[in-house]
């Protein structure tokens, strides 16, 4: 297992976490657990997320689907992903 920490700008929280939420079952699916939502302090539109996946190899395969890419454009993300992985010792 690694721990994903994903970082990126968005239009605007409420109508991003929609359009997240909705992807839950995708998420299930591939074994990914949602760890944690968090928000800057200054400015709620910047959102990190940590998860828990079964591989690297799989996180790759998820963030370059083009799907999962157009679904992050339709959720109004405005920077490019962020994403940094962690092995726990």
Do not use: C
């Not at 968005?10 to 074994?31: L, S, Y």
């Amino acid at each position: 297992m690694v721990i994903v920490m994903l970082q990126h700008e968005v239009k605007d929280f409420a109508a991003w976490k929609v359009i997240f939420d909705g992807d839950e079952p995708n998420r299930a699916q591939a074994g990914v657990k949602l760890l944690g939502i968090y928000t800057a302090l200054d400015n709620p539109n910047a959102v990190t997320t940590l998860f828990e996946a079964p591989d690297a190899g799989l996180v790759g395969a998820m963030m370059s689907d083009p799907q999962r890419q157009e679904d992050m454009m339709k959720a109004g993300v405005t920077s490019a992903p962020v994403v940094k992985m962690f092995n726990k010792v």
